[in-house]
């Protein structure tokens, strides 16, 4: 029997965040095993580690109908599990989409630092598809904020809204969307309202997964910080708050840090273990 342990990412209260589940040792489990685990789980993503001696783990994981490259509400649920079992300090995760290092506080905070992130424009006509999918127009985009692919270890499309009233009412065609996604290669699209300058409001699709929403996205939040950087819209040393589930009544709370020199970005955020 394959032991499970349920954590929520991004909160400290077990009624917020997203949920992800852990496998601290997945050695044994075959693909096939660790995707039905996944989906008889529910949850947006699990983490299967396997430890490959030290503090350094294999890591793969599974939404409820696929595999994806990196999660980082699922690495940070990770991250702490393990620090429960053997304190904090550095750890070292190689994933699909590359090594990803994860540093756990005293107080069981963990920072993850993503792979080399990069940022592509959107043609016209993927635009136009998306946005249909979703049910919006172009009128309801923040044009000084325009539409882009953003990756940082998993690719997400990133579109701003002008208004929060937009960003809250969110009900788009489930399989038109998921159908785009898969053309593009997406995990999420960051839909994001921007209350101030380094604080953000964001809401992340996820119907390749099998998942209507995803309550707090960390890969699409250290996306989302390569995003801003390229476009000049965030210092070389900024800090920023991302806002995530408030609409879904499961409230989220990401910290995304970019830093002068190094091109990767840095998301932080607590986890609680459900026991429930």
Not at 66 to 73: A, D, K, R, S, T
Not at 161 to 178: G, K
Not at 247 to 276: F, M, N, W, Y
Request: hydrophobic residues 45%; aromatic residues 8%; negative net charge.
């Amino acid at each position: 029997m394959t032991t499970v342990l349920r954590y929520a990412a991004f909160t400290t209260d077990p009624s917020g965040g997203n949920k992800a589940g852990v496998v601290l040792d997945a050695t044994e489990l075959t693909d096939d095993r660790m995707l039905a685990v996944a989906a008889e789980l529910g949850y947006s993503e699990t983490a299967f580690l396997t430890p490959l001696g030290g503090r350094d783990y294999r890591v793969r994981y599974f939404a409820p109908t696929m595999e994806v490259p990196f999660c980082g509400h699922a690495t940070i649920a990770a991250a702490v599990a393990v620090a429960e079992q053997t304190g904090p300090g550095d750890l070292v995760f190689e994933t699909k989409a590359g090594t990803v290092p994860v540093a756990v506080d005293e107080e069981l905070r963990a920072t993850l630092t993503s792979v080399e992130p990069h940022v592509q424009e959107v043609d016209q006509a993927d635009l136009q598809e998306a946005l249909a999918a979703l049910d919006w127009s172009a009128a309801d985009l923040d044009q000084s904020l325009p539409p882009r692919f953003a990756y940082a270890g998993a690719r997400h499309l990133v579109l701003a809204t002008a208004t929060r009233e937009r960003l809250a009412d969110l009900s788009y065609d489930f399989d038109r969307l998921a159908t785009f996604m898969t053309a593009h290669d997406l995990i999420t699209l960051q839909l994001v309202w921007r209350e101030s300058a380094a604080v953000f409001h964001v809401r992340d699709p996820f119907p390749v997964g099998g998942v209507v929403e995803d309550p707090a996205t960390g890969a699409a939040a250290a996306a989302f910080g390569a995003y801003l950087r390229e476009l000049g819209q965030a210092g070389p040393d900024a800090r920023l708050t991302l806002h995530q589930g408030e609409d879904l009544g499961s409230p989220g709370l990401l910290h995304v840090e970019l830093r002068s020199g190094d091109p990767r970005v840095r998301v932080s955020g607590a986890a609680v273990r459900l026991t429930d």
